[in-house]
């Protein structure tokens, strides 16, 4: 079974091995890129406390999402370079539709009023994406239409 503990266990076990790497080997992965595991592991706290039948509680669904997405662009960044947020920006929208839709999904209720947010802001989000993808590969688009 996949505890919070274990995750944890062995993120700390990746960033050991890449703060090893990193001080033996030139060019190696920078451990202090990992900083973004910082939004990464509270989110998974949220996601567990909002999972769990018994005692959780799934208001937490809605931080859990906005955690992790924003952790995960941020790491994406961090380790890939600045440069993506550029064409990425558009996930910060995305954060809160992610709760919100996993909210309604664990919500015994059903409530159809989240999902006019979650559509507003993931339409939002996924209108930005596209036009940042069409528009930086404009001058390729022309051929692959040919």
Known sequence: MI???????VLVILFGVSVLFDFNMPGAINPF???????????????KGALDK?????GMAVPAGIFLTYGGLLL???????????RLWPL?????????????WLDGRR??????????????????LMFGLF????????????
């Open 3 to 9: 505890t919070v503990r274990r995750v944890a266990g």
């Open 135 to 146: 528009s930086s590969l404009r001058g390729y688009l022309g051929p692959i239409l040919l």
């Open 76 to 86: 994406i960044c961090s380790l890939l370079g600045w440069h993506w947020m550029s």
């Open 33 to 47: 890129n990992w900083w973004p595991m910082l939004l990464i592991l509270p989110g998974l706290g949220f996601e």
């Open 54 to 58: 018994e005692h959780g509680n799934t």
């Open 111 to 128: 409530d159809r009023g989240l999902l006019i947010p979650v559509f507003v802001l993931g339409g939002l989000s996924l209108c930005f």
């Open 92 to 104: 910060f929208l995305a954060g809160p539709a992610i709760g919100m839709l996993q909210l309604y």
